[in-house]
DNA sequence: CGTATGACGAGCC
DNA sequence: AGGCTCGCCATAC
């Protein structure tokens, strides 16, 4: 392989593998992503790669959501409504407040908190 | 080429 | 406990 430059994927496909990576039902933030693609603190780029994305494409965009576990569209927006309800469709449930719970539905999972795991025991 | 903006995040008060 | 601001850097014009 050539030497130097970006020996592997473009950044933006690093990208939409990790989040290609969240299974169904779960999310993810966009700082995690980063972090997994290879770029800590660059949330916005994360979001950025995603505001990118052709409709036509088949990376999960909407299992990404900010660190507080809301989505980042505006509320009102059609982008918003879409990814809610693909969200919602997976099993994703959202607070009175819009906001996802993390300990949750966080991909991957964390300890100490329960996970939204089939079996459906908390 | 410089200014403005944005699908974020963490700090400050 | 929560709203506001700054920093980050690629993209748009």
Not at 29 to 36: D, K, L, M, S, V
Not at 77 to 104: K, M, P, W
């Amino acid at each position: 392989m050539p030497s130097g430059s970006h020996t592997q994927a473009s950044l933006y496909e690093r990208i939409y593998r990790q989040v290609s990576s969240i299974p169904a039902g779960r999310v993810s933030t966009y700082g995690r992503i980063a972090g997994a693609a290879g770029i800590p603190g660059h949330a916005r780029q994360v979001g950025y790669a995603l505001h990118r994305l052709k409709p036509g494409s088949e990376v999960p965009w909407h299992r990404v959501v900010n660190a507080a576990g809301m989505i980042s569209l505006a509320p009102a927006s059609h982008g918003y409504t879409i990814q809610r309800q693909l969200l919602e469709s997976e099993g994703v449930r959202f607070d009175h407040r819009n906001v996802i719970c993390l300990a949750r539905y966080l991909w991957p999972p964390v300890d100490g908190c329960h996970r939204a795991e089939s079996s459906g025991r908390g």
